[in-house]
């Protein structure tokens, strides 16, 4: 079964190599994955690190302002914006994708100041993706219209939950009521632009409460839904309450009924899953969460942002992956010394890129959706391909791992059986956790659900 594997491993590292061969000409290659090695566009993230509150189960790079510096964080994140996109010399922003912490704190002349920084650097279309991660409280959505004539089109809603009790226990700062006021409000000013966030695998959840929840979320939402299992973080709180004992999760079993039980909810109500966490409907998928699943170029601006592009003002030929300082006083001093605050930045060889990009493609709509009738998908066995899709090269461990899981369970229905098959295997090979594990907590790395 082994040696099977590595030869159907063997036989597509073939192809990602034959696709990727005239790479070091420098050629613009066009695929079927959409990728390009040396492109002129790029998608921006930009990271506003502020919080009123930590939330018992986050472990992001967020931090609670003691003091009001929302004028000098403007001007580092405009001067870093600047830097990058310089240093890049990429000729179009794509997408511009505002997260954090709480972005929907900062003040909308921020927001027009940095897509206005874009603008000056690079072309960004009227037509551009522009998203906002809002916390749906009555402040985010008293300024979702400012939001809007500062040039954000797209507005993705932190609901989590719609259960207040459980609200409680996240340590969210909103409440259902409020939560569906502000995706009303968002859908009056950014119809089929609306994005719920929602958790499963929450503390007392079960699999019929979870079923009602969503059922009512369904009713209230707009186009797309992201679908995030709730996970324990170390050094969290709600980590510590469950190791103490006054809180209890669903068992693995349970919380993967609840990740099937969402496909088939959403699959009923005409949602494409065209990604592990997230469905569409009306072709309202997230052009920003694309650009990083098809291998493109993304350029990470503020504290613990993360990046991937070639820095051609350096006179740079090979992509690097680059991680922005991560505490916001420190990076705001070394934006005002240098332009940008990268404190490290890694070449990625073509191999590495091709088994990316192979990683990429195994978690993709090709593979989720129909993995029987997939050119791209080359099915031995399950959880060695998993294993060696989450060690490619470049890859972190934890969020590949979290991803392939949720794409073992879409693939089989008797999740429960499948679950514990894929824990079995993988407990014996894991492979050794990489070194490439600083990356930005904002754009969706979670932690193994393996317990090796």
Avoid at 100 to 118: D, F, N, Q, R, Y
Wanted: hydrophobic share 35%; glycine share 6%; with cysteine.
């Amino acid at each position: 079964m082994i040696r099977h594997a590595c030869l159907t491993v063997r036989r597509v590292l073939s192809v990602g190599l034959r696709r990727f061969s005239h790479v070091s000409t420098g050629e613009i290659i066009e695929d079927e994955f959409e990728w390009t090695h040396l492109s002129r566009q790029a998608s921006l993230y930009v990271h506003w690190p502020y919080c009123l509150r930590r939330c018992s189960y986050c472990n992001f790079n967020k931090y609670i302002s003691r003091q009001s510096n929302e004028h000098i964080m403007t001007e580092c994140l405009q001067k870093e914006t600047e830097s990058l996109l310089q240093l890049s010399q990429v000729s179009s922003i794509t997408s511009v994708f505002f997260g954090g912490g709480t972005p929907s704190l900062a003040h909308p002349s921020t927001i027009a100041a940095v897509l206005e920084t874009v603008s000056r650097q690079a072309n960004l279309s009227d037509q551009a993706e522009v998203t906002l991660e809002v916390n749906p409280t009555p402040v985010g959505m008293s300024k979702l219209e400012d939001y809007c004539r500062a040039g954000v089109n797209r507005f993705s809603i932190g609901v989590q939950s719609l259960q207040d009790e459980d609200l409680k226990i996240l340590g969210r700062d909103h409440s259902s009521h409020q939560a569906l006021q502000t995706i009303e409000e968002a859908r009056r000013l950014c119809p089929g632009r609306v994005s719920v966030d929602v958790m499963f695998g929450r503390p007392k959840q079960s699999v019929e409460s979870w079923e009602d929840e969503l059922s009512e979320l369904l009713r209230v939402c707009d186009d797309h839904v992201s679908l995030y299992q709730l996970t324990l973080e170390r050094g969290t709180q709600l980590f510590k309450q469950v190791q103490g004992g006054q809180v209890t999760v669903p068992a693995e079993d349970v919380t993967a009924e609840m990740y099937q039980c969402a496909r088939r909810t959403l699959d009923q109500h005409g949602f494409l899953q065209y990604e592990v966490s997230n469905f569409a409907r009306h072709n309202a998928v997230s052009h920003h969460n694309m650009s990083y699943w098809k291998g493109r170029q993304y350029i990470g601006v503020g504290p613990g942002a993360h990046g991937r592009f070639v820095p051609l003002g350096d006179g740079g030929v090979t992509r690097e992956a680059r991680t922005q300082t991560l505490e916001p006083d420190v990076w705001i001093r070394e934006v005002q010394q240098r332009g940008h605050g990268t404190r490290r930045k890694i070449q990625l060889s073509h191999l590495e890129l091709i088994g990316s990009c192979l990683a990429l493609s195994w978690v993709s709509v090709k593979s989720l959706v129909h993995p029987p009738r997939s050119k791209s998908y080359y099915r031995v066995d399950d959880s060695f391909l998993m294993t060696e899709g989450c060690a490619a090269p470049g890859m972190d461990w934890p969020y590949w791992t979290a991803c392939c899981q949720l794409c073992w369970w879409s693939w089989n229905d008797k999740s429960v059986s499948s679950y514990k098959r894929t824990v079995m295997l993988m407990q014996k090979r894991r492979p050794p956790t990489h070194d490439d594990r600083n990356v930005n907590k904002a754009d969706g790395v979670r932690e193994s659900l393996f317990v090796g």
